[in-house]
């Protein structure tokens, strides 16, 4: 069975400065899907970014990229020049391409952006 | 704007009542799921529909049920409260597969407090 971690339950980033937040994830499968979604206080999740993992290129959004190790089965979101708004639960999660579309997510990390 | 419908925001209801949840999406979609988020746990699914009158369990069925009479709507349903069912609720709903990495689109979510 497929499994998502994220190891960082909190973190915190100095405003305009750049935060990693960390993914890994198991998986015996060689085609998938990688997102990280945000959660503001407000509680809508978003979609952030997504990743195919037969594309080696790193997927990028503006402020926000990963760095995807598919070897090493980690997924990791960066965001550069933290602002504000990035306060939020940021989300890891995991679809296979065959079966049921589910997505199996990770526990989360809260980020706090201090001004 | 598209959209993913939750009736209620905040929910407080007794012990033993039956309580239902509802969702309504507008996009037309084939895939439509039931999310519970607790602290330090993540998301975990309840269970997912696929199509009218479809539905498959997730992974943390037991107290639950769905009810999928229309495309566009999705209800949870809590047989009969118990207080470790108090939790945030997320609805979620996505387009079929061969439409590569389309994520989920969330609605609000629904907290509920079984007193």
């Known amino acids: 069975a497929q499994t998502v971690t994220q190891s960082q339950p909190e973190m915190s980033v100095q405003e305009a400065e750049t935060v990693t937040l960390s993914c890994t994830y198991d998986t015996s499968e060689n085609n998938y899907y990688l997102f990280w979604y945000k959660q503001p206080p407000s509680r809508q999740m978003i979609l952030v970014i997504r990743q195919e993992a037969y594309k080696q290129q790193n997927a990028t959004e503006n402020r926000f990229s990963v760095n995807f190790q598919k070897a090493a089965k980690s997924f990791s979101l960066k965001i550069s020049d933290s602002q504000l708004g990035d306060t939020a639960m940021y989300f890891c999660?995991?679809?296979?391409?065959?079966?049921?579309?589910?997505?199996?997510f990770g526990t989360g990390t809260r980020l706090k952006v201090l001004a | 704007d598209v959209k993913v419908t939750q009736s209620s925001r905040y929910l407080v209801k007794r012990t033993g009542e039956k309580v239902f949840l509802e969702c309504v999406q507008d996009?037309?979609?084939?895939?439509m799921f039931w999310y519970r988020q607790d602290p330090g746990l993540g998301l975990r699914l309840i269970y997912f529909s696929y199509d009218v009158k479809m539905k498959e369990k997730g992974d943390i069925p037991e107290g639950y049920s769905v009810s999928r009479e229309k495309k566009e709507r999705f209800s949870l349903i809590l047989e009969s409260a118990s207080t470790n069912q108090t939790s945030m609720y997320l609805c979620?709903?996505?387009?079929?597969?061969?439409?590569?990495?389309?994520?989920?689109?969330f609605g609000s979510g629904t907290r509920l407090t079984v007193v």
């Open positions: 979620a709903s996505s387009p079929t597969a061969g439409t590569g990495p389309v994520g989920y689109t």
């Open positions: 996009m037309d979609h084939e895939n």
């Open positions: 999660a995991f679809r296979s391409t065959s079966g049921t579309y589910k997505y199996i």
